[in-house]
């Protein structure tokens, strides 16, 4: 347990050749059914759910738990990294089956209805600070679910305790299709991030690895 932040998991779908998303990060399902159902019980164990709004403009996800074909009587917190204020109006992540939270930069002005605005950084989102606000809120575990951006720099920034990859057995190509971890990636190899295999496990449609970080 940390004292100054809450447990972080990273969760995501990859194909073999480590993209997220078609090229034009066009959403293609990557999981299977059995994996959706393995991310829905994920997400129930944990207190908030952070997703870039990278993900909310491609992808327009309702980020809820759904146990059963039901909706779950727990409902996450909805994390929203968006420094600029992108999050369309209409968008799931802002209806009322969960309580949603946008985190921006200082200059940014825009405010949701559905939604609580909090101010992390300015020219982007200050990682480090946003887990710190969740812990006092009480958030004990959040679950990182994307995009490519967002995890990079939860990883960059070591923040990250455990980390699950679903490998969908297809290869999707394309030099502009998302990665697992976009952004600037490590400018040395002293600065890779290394990872502790800790399980593989075969499921249906792919292998899911859970990593820890060293």
Not at 18 to 32: C, F, H
Not at 140 to 153: A, F, H, N, Y
Not at 180 to 203: F, H, K, V
């Amino acid at each position: 347990m940390h004292a100054n932040r809450p447990n972080v998991i990273i969760n995501c779908a990859m194909s073999v050749d480590g993209k997220l998303a078609l090229p034009m990060r066009k959403q293609t399902r990557i999981s299977s059914q059995d994996d959706m159902d393995r991310v829905y019980k994920l997400r129930s164990m944990c207190d908030a759910i952070i997703v870039g709004v990278g993900t909310i403009l491609a992808d327009d996800p309702g980020l809820v738990v759904k146990l059963d074909g039901k909706l779950s009587e727990h409902q996450p917190l909805r994390v929203v990294l968006d420094t600029n204020g992108r999050t369309p109006e209409g968008a799931e992540v802002l209806d009322d089956r969960a309580t949603t939270l946008i985190a921006v930069g200082e200059d940014c002005t825009t405010k949701w209805a559905g939604a609580e605005t909090i101010v992390c950084g300015k020219e982007k989102i200050d990682i480090k600070q946003l887990l710190e606000e969740l812990k006092k809120r009480d958030i004990q575990k959040v679950l990182v679910e994307g995009g490519g951006e967002t995890i990079w720099s939860f990883l960059h920034t070591k923040l990250v305790d455990d980390m699950y990859v679903f490998i969908g057995s297809m290869v999707i190509g394309g030099k502009d299709s998302p990665t697992l971890a976009d952004g600037e990636g490590s400018p040395t190899s002293n600065e890779i991030i290394p990872l502790d295999l800790e399980e593989m496990r075969q499921m249906e449609g792919g292998i899911l690895l859970h990593y820890r970080l060293m």
